[in-house]
């Protein structure tokens, strides 16, 4: 499943109604997977970027620009945070608690 032009439903005959649901709870569950931002995005989503060969980048919406987050080579499986992102820990306890919970 890709993307749907909007998520809201409007009043409507209930199989046009049905198809309609059926189409953006299928949108959500797929992430909005598309090569471009779904058109009914709004500040906060999130989506998933295909437009490169072998990669799927997580990209959040924030009412003006996509904000990568992250992205997966399906090829390795290997994630790459973008160039511009650090990741910083200040409690030390923090990784071996994360690593238990898995």
Same mark, same amino acid.
């Given at each position: 499943?890709?993307?749907?032009?909007?998520?809201?439903?409007?009043?409507?005959?209930?199989?046009?109604?049905?198809?309609?649901?059926?189409?953006?709870?299928?949108?959500?569950?797929?992430?909005?997977?598309?090569? &471009?931002?779904?058109? #009914?995005?709004? %500040?906060? @989503?999130?989506?998933? /970027?295909? =437009?490169? !060969?072998? $990669?799927?980048?997580?990209?959040?919406?924030?009412?003006?620009?996509?904000?990568?987050?992250? &992205?997966?080579?399906? #090829?390795?499986? %290997?994630? @790459?945070?973008?160039? /511009?992102? =650090?990741? !910083?820990? $200040?409690?030390?306890?923090?990784?071996?608690?994360?690593?238990?919970?898995?």
């Amino acid at each position: 499943m890709t993307q749907v032009s909007q998520v809201t439903l409007d009043n409507q005959a209930f199989s046009t109604f049905r198809a309609n649901l059926n189409n953006s709870i299928n949108a959500l569950n797929s992430q909005h997977i598309g090569s &471009s931002r779904p058109s #009914s995005a709004v %500040a906060g @989503t999130i989506w998933l /970027d295909n =437009s490169a !060969t072998d $990669t799927i980048a997580m990209k959040l919406f924030d009412g003006s620009d996509d904000l990568e987050l992250f &992205s997966i080579n399906t #090829s390795t499986n %290997a994630i @790459t945070l973008p160039n /511009d992102v =650090s990741i !910083t820990e $200040t409690d030390p306890s923090a990784i071996p608690f994360a690593i238990a919970l898995g």
